[in-house]
């Protein structure tokens, strides 16, 4: 199986930064898609970017020049650096990797615990 720890959430004030983390261990062949997610109380999550194995980003439009998606493949680490913060990005921050197992044929899906992102003046 595979793990997907977080960190670097916390409480920062509008237009300040901080900067996630997301690595994933265990049975690993190889790690594809690596996406961050976010969920507000009472609301679906929403896909806030993903960075592929090679290196392609997309983002939320809400995002958008204000965050930044990338990935140590050595580690098996994704990150996400967040820029220009609004109280709006306050939310549960998810990552969420496409892995393959070792001995299998078929990638699956992991979830990380979520970090708190709270901006807030």
């Known amino acids: 199986q595979v793990q997907l720890v977080e960190s670097g959430g916390g409480l920062v004030q509008p237009g300040e930064s901080l900067r996630l983390s997301c690595a994933a261990s265990g049975s690993i062949f190889s790690v594809n898609e690596m996406r961050w997610y976010r969920q507000y109380p009472g609301k679906e999550r929403e896909l806030v970017a993903v960075?592929?194995?090679?290196?392609?980003?997309s983002y939320a439009d809400s995002v958008k020049g204000r965050f930044t998606v990338s990935r140590d493949n050595a580690k098996n680490t994704v990150y996400l650096q967040m820029n220009s913060l609004k109280l709006e990005d306050t939310a549960v921050y998810y990552c969420?990797?496409?892995?393959?197992?070792?001995?299998?044929?078929?990638?699956?899906?992991?979830w990380g615990q979520g970090t708190q992102v709270t901006v807030s003046s």
């Open positions: 960075i592929s194995s090679g290196g392609w980003t």
């Open positions: 969420n990797a496409v892995v393959r197992l070792i001995g299998y044929s078929y990638d699956r899906e992991f």
